[in-house]
């Protein structure tokens, strides 16, 4: 049974670390550490589920988060509650039932937090904050200009006009149809992590279906356009962990996989 | 219980955050309340300027060697950090010649404002170390 439970857990210990080495930070003091775990549990089996390793994985990303918290963003305290479920589940007999409930209420809490704060936010359901960041932003701007007359042109002006704002009034180049596609994505976005929030927190038998498919509807709908692997690898991480169902759970590993590849974006579409 | 205590420290860190957004203007896009992109207030609509007070009038000091400082210090602007940055710009060597003082100007940008326009929230001003 301990030995089944092990196999089934691998995957995502294996998937943790490497989010661990590739995502963590781009300070090399972190860096190097965590490439050496990587390279550690990959040679040795056996290291990977050890209760050792992962109190060493946990405590350097607890460091790095008390030097780091206020440059890098969420997704470093994000990986840090994920490895604590690690460290919690290699210390059980029944590993794989702890990261299954874990991972249901850090994913539904992590979306409530993001649904509260967005509520909260008056230039976020004003929809100031995407009428603003279409037209501003490396990262979501591509969507003005896959549906809106603006230009590259135009965002990078700018972004020009934004650094010299203490010294004039800035007036940002934007149209009438971005002001319409930010009221568009901004319920939109709200209902859809609403609604990711409330399946994973809720336990009903529809939630219970309705779990996998929307996450990887919003890893799908989200990360392609914007990527950022290194939340999406995590979310895709939990979502196996998560979920009984084979199908699933081969598809949050395609995800993880593939998820790195979405910010070629970057080059292949540069905003 | 400490099956959970991951979503403990969670909750717990949230908590902790709500707290340093509301009393010390933390960004809310750090520090692991999960509140990135819910506002346009982040360290791209804070502005730091520093400007140093010479016999041949008022220049701005280059803060480049301090970005990566200045990002972090934007993203949690307290009094306490402004000043301190402050302090410790005053006692490195590479000012203008001559600079007898330094004034930091801490801005946000005024999202309410058509054109846009930066809004002072704080000000500090120190002489520098002999």
């Known amino acids: 049974m301990f030995v089944d439970e092990q196999r089934a857990t691998r995957?995502?210990?294996?998937?943790?670390?490497?989010?661990?080495?590739?995502?963590?930070?781009?300070?090399?003091?972190?860096?190097?550490?965590?490439?050496?775990?990587?390279?550690?549990?990959?040679?040795y089996e056996r290291v990977l589920t050890h209760w050792v390793f992962w109190t060493l994985v946990t405590s350097l990303l607890g460091i790095s988060i008390g030097r780091l918290w206020l440059s890098e963003g969420n997704h470093l305290f994000f990986l840090f509650y994920v490895s604590l479920i690690a460290l919690v589940a290699s210390h059980t007999d029944s590993p794989r039932s702890v990261f299954r409930l874990n991972a249901r209420y850090m994913i539904g809490?992590?979306?409530?937090?993001?649904?509260?704060?967005?509520?909260?936010?008056?230039?976020?359901?004003?929809?100031?904050?995407?009428?603003?960041?279409?037209?501003?932003?490396?990262?979501?701007?591509?969507?003005?200009?896959?549906?809106?007359?603006?230009?590259?042109?135009?965002?990078?002006?700018?972004?020009?006009?934004?650094?010299?704002?203490?010294?004039?009034?800035?007036?940002?180049?934007?149209?009438?149809?971005?002001?319409?596609?930010?009221?568009?994505?901004?319920?939109?976005?709200?209902?859809?992590?609403?609604?990711?929030?409330?399946v994973f927190l809720v336990d009903t038998d529809l939630a219970r279906c309705l779990r996998s498919p929307i996450l990887l509807v919003f890893l799908l709908g989200t990360y392609i356009?914007?990527?950022?692997?290194?939340?999406?690898?995590?979310?895709?991480?939990l979502g196996y962990a998560e979920t009984r169902s084979r199908f699933y759970q081969k598809l949050f590993l395609m995800a993880f996989i593939f998820m790195p590849l979405t910010a070629l974006r970057y080059y292949l579409l540069p905003v | 219980m400490l099956q959970v205590a991951p979503i403990g420290a969670l909750a717990f860190i949230a908590i902790i955050?709500?707290?340093?957004?509301?009393?010390?203007?933390?960004?809310?896009?750090?520090?692991?309340g999960f509140g990135m992109f819910s506002s346009v207030d982040h360290h791209t609509s804070r502005f730091i300027r520093v400007m140093a007070r010479t016999p041949r009038g008022i220049k701005i000091i280059d803060l480049g060697e301090y970005t990566a400082e200045v990002e972090t210090l934007k993203n949690l602007p307290t009094p306490a950090r402004l000043s301190s940055f402050l302090t410790k710009l005053a006692c490195t060597t590479d000012l203008?010649?001559?600079?007898?003082?330094?004034?930091?100007?801490?801005?946000?940008?005024?999202?309410?404002?058509?054109?846009?326009?930066a809004e002072l929230k704080w000000e500090g001003r120190t002489d520098v170390c002999r």
């Open chain 1, 225 to 237: 356009v914007i990527p950022v692997p290194s939340f999406g690898t995590i979310l895709a991480c």
């Open chain 1, 109 to 198: 809490l992590v979306f409530g937090l993001a649904t509260f704060w967005k509520l909260i936010s008056n230039n976020f359901t004003s929809s100031l904050f995407y009428s603003h960041l279409l037209v501003t932003d490396d990262r979501l701007g591509i969507i003005g200009l896959l549906f809106t007359k603006l230009s590259r042109s135009d965002i990078l002006a700018n972004r020009l006009a934004l650094t010299r704002v203490l010294d004039t009034p800035v007036e940002l180049i934007s149209y009438p149809e971005i002001q319409t596609l930010a009221v568009v994505l901004t319920w939109v976005t709200l209902a859809v992590e609403a609604i990711v929030a409330i």
């Open chain 2, 17 to 32: 955050n709500l707290v340093l957004v509301f009393q010390f203007d933390l960004s809310t896009w750090h520090g692991g």
């Open chain 2, 96 to 117: 203008p010649p001559q600079t007898s003082s330094l004034t930091l100007s801490y801005y946000k940008l005024d999202f309410t404002r058509n054109p846009l326009q």
């Open chain 1, 11 to 43: 995957p995502i210990y294996l998937m943790l670390l490497t989010i661990c080495a590739f995502y963590t930070t781009s300070d090399w003091v972190f860096a190097l550490p965590f490439a050496s775990l990587f390279a550690a549990a990959i040679l």
